[in-house]
């Protein structure tokens, strides 16, 4: 049975960092491509980064150049590094795993934004 938690949340001032992380069990971590969604009040889920098996990564515009995923396959943990946040990144963000198969999701971490 896949398990993601996710940690590193919290309330940061607009202009300041944060890395979240995803400890994975449950599955063979590094044939699993990993990712990152977050959903803000009201709005749609969203994916804000993914990184394959073989480190090939996928970044949404609205973060690109913030944002960066990575992943350790030793520590069974992908990372999501945000830079120069902005109150619009709050939301609660969620660590995501699949392979061939339905998306297994974390149970989220929340992101606060504000001054």
């Known amino acids: 049975q896949v398990q993601l938690v996710e940690s590193g949340g919290g309330l940061v001032q607009p202009g300041g960092s944060l890395r979240l992380s995803c400890v994975a069990s449950?599955?063979?971590?590094?044939?699993?491509?990993m990712g990152w969604f977050r959903q803000a009040p009201g709005r749609r889920r969203e994916l804000v980064a993914r990184?394959?098996?073989?480190?090939?990564?996928n970044i949404a515009d609205s973060v690109k150049g913030r944002f960066t995923i990575s992943r350790d396959n030793a520590k069974n943990t992908v990372y999501l590094q945000m830079n120069s946040l902005k109150p619009e990144d709050t939301a609660v963000y969620y660590c995501?795993?699949?392979?061939?198969?339905?998306?297994?999701w974390g149970q989220g971490t929340q992101v606060t934004v504000s001054s």
């Open positions: 995501t795993a699949e392979f061939l198969g339905p998306r297994s």
């Open positions: 449950g599955i063979t971590f590094s044939i699993y491509t």
């Open positions: 990184i394959t098996s073989d480190d090939s990564t």
